[in-house]
């Protein structure tokens, strides 16, 4: 499973991380963006989430209480009516909601949200999906394999892109075949650019090139062929070579043999010297892939 965890300057964005039923503080500061986060059960209380950003993250049973959410924006996020809601009893602050599914604490007034006497600039009333697409969603949320599986068939045959963001947490599934299944399914919704984060969405789909998997990475490999993806979607991948963590630095690896295997023209993508570098690195495995990628480098 991929956790991604990028640094600069002003904010952190994270990426597929699992924080389910987690009780201790999280390290979430302003201005920071969670993608495809898994955050149910757990508690944001009375934490600055000013300009956060929540994309695409599962928020079932989510302390938000007493939070200052100044600008905050929830965008493709979801929480099932059949599950605990959201808590966010005492808000402070307006926030945004977009092409979100939000079963939480808090009242309806109009076509905007009160919550404890905190005015949303939100959609909420607007944005919730179909019934037959939110029933298909909180499959996903399954602790059962199959029913992930089937669910993100599902998804794909009701053909409605507002769910890829939510669909995409299960890219980052233990099970190799949901995260086949959930990678086929955004492809195929990709009609054209997605409603919402199209670009993070994309560079989040072609990291499965790296994944631990040969089968994840072949339906990558196949995206590749049918979406075309800009360079940069897929520097995204090949670039976890400089990372420090061995795993990421072996998805990097995986990813560039992937690429190269599928056409010449992405072999200006790679680094020469980063790939030099790696000859020598600590973990073995890392090695072992760098070396049969200067091999099929050296073969064409």
């Known amino acids: 499973m991929d956790i991604i965890k990028l640094e600069n300057t002003y ?8 924080w389910r039923d987690t009780k201790h503080e999280l390290p979430i500061k302003p201005k920071d963006t969670l993608s495809f986060c898994d955050l149910r059960n757990c508690s944001l209380e009375g934490l600055d989430l000013s300009m956060v950003e929540f994309f695409g993250c599962r928020l079932n049973g989510t302390l938000f209480k007493a939070a200052n959410l100044h600008q905050t924006q929830f965008i493709g996020c ?3 009516d059949d599950y605990p809601p959201t808590d966010f009893s005492r808000v402070s602050g307006n926030a945004s909601v977009v092409h979100s599914h939000l079963h939480y604490k808090g009242e ?3 076509d905007s949200v009160y919550i404890d006497d905190n005015f ?11 019934d037959v697409v939110a029933a298909a969603a909180t499959e996903t949320l399954s602790d059962r394999n199959d029913v992930r599986y089937n669910a993100a068939a599902k998804l794909g045959d009701l053909d409605n892109p507002v769910v890829a963001p939510i669909l995409a947490c299960l890219l980052a599934d233990d099970e190799w075949d949901v995260r086949s299944i959930a990678l086929e ?3 195929n919704l990709r009609h054209q650019k997605f409603p919402q984060g199209d670009n993070i969405l994309l560079q989040w789909m072609f990291l499965r090139l790296g994944d631990r998997h040969s089968i994840v990475r072949q339906t990558a490999r196949n995206l590749v062929e049918i979406l075309s993806p800009p360079n940069h979607v897929l520097l995204a991948s090949i670039n976890r070579m400089m990372s420090s963590e061995s795993e990421e ?4 690896v995986l990813a560039a043999i992937e690429l190269c295997r599928l056409d010449e023209q992405y072999w200006s ?3 020469p010297k980063i790939i030099e570098s790696l000859l020598s690195d600590e973990a073995p495995d890392v090695r072992q892939e760098c070396s049969y990628l200067l091999e099929i480098l050296d073969d064409c």
Do not use: A, C, H
Request: net charge positive; glycine share 14%; no cysteine.
């Open 11 to 18: 904010k952190t964005p994270y990426q597929g991380r699992n």
């Open 78 to 80: 979801f929480s099932s």
């Open 108 to 110: 309806f007034m109009g």
């Open 120 to 130: 949303w600039m939100g959609d909420s009333l607007e944005s919730k999906w179909p």
């Open 185 to 187: 399914t955004l492809g």
């Open 249 to 252: 630095r072996i998805s990097g």
């Open 269 to 271: 993508l790679l680094e």
